[in-house]
């Protein structure tokens, strides 16, 4: 065995249990500040990513000087038509039996072209919207409307992938408006 002159760090103060230079007494609650800073910064950096999706998202408006000072217009919207050319999908989305053959002939003696009246894939449709594919058919989709109580109008190109360019979607509240 090697014999090495003594140095520094031979010399241990009393009490202490760890021997080499690299190693000093742990301090009691070291563990506890440690834990105190991680939980600060995971609260910190969980608020900036918060703050950050919410702001990606347009929820948030840090401008102050972006309200607006006189009231907004409408959008303009097309005028109602009837478009002789397109046919018109009628869909029962209530319990109701019978309801879209009857709204049917409610647009046919309109002069509106029906297509296909059939049921819905659900049942529980509480609004009746009319739905156009493009956004050329808007005014067809109002006039649609127009014959309908309680109708509104979305542009959905869903159904236009299907080939329907106009569809009508029965709702209860349809249901109710032509019982009474």
């Known amino acids: 065995m090697q014999k090495f002159p003594r140095d520094r760090f031979d010399s241990i103060p009393h009490g202490m249990d760890r021997v080499g230079a690299h ?19 995971t609260v910190v950096l969980a608020g900036a990513g918060i703050a950050a999706v919410a702001a990606y998202n347009q929820r948030l408006d840090f401008d102050d000087t972006a309200l607006p000072t ?7 919207t097309a005028e109602p038509t009837l478009a002789p050319d397109v046919t018109v999908a009628v869909l029962n989305g209530t319990t109701t039996s019978g309801l879209a053959a009857r709204a049917g002939e409610v647009l ?6 029906v297509g296909i009246t059939t049921n819905a894939d ?7 919207v009319v739905y156009y594919a493009s956004a050329d058919l808007e005014g067809a989709a109002r ?4 014959q309908l109580p309680e109708a509104e109008v979305r542009l ?3 159904f236009g992938e299907e080939g329907m360019q106009l569809v009508v979607v029965l709702g209860a509240d349809y249901a109710d408006a032509v019982a009474e």
């Open 23 to 41: 190693r000093a007494p742990a301090r009691r609650g070291r563990r506890w500040v440690t834990f105190a800073w991680a939980a600060l910064a």
């Open 70 to 76: 006189a009231p907004a217009s409408a959008v303009p």
């Open 108 to 113: 046919t003696a309109a002069g509106v072209p």
């Open 122 to 128: 659900r049942s529980d449709i509480e609004q009746t």
């Open 143 to 146: 006039g649609v409307a127009q």
């Open 156 to 158: 959905s190109e869903e």
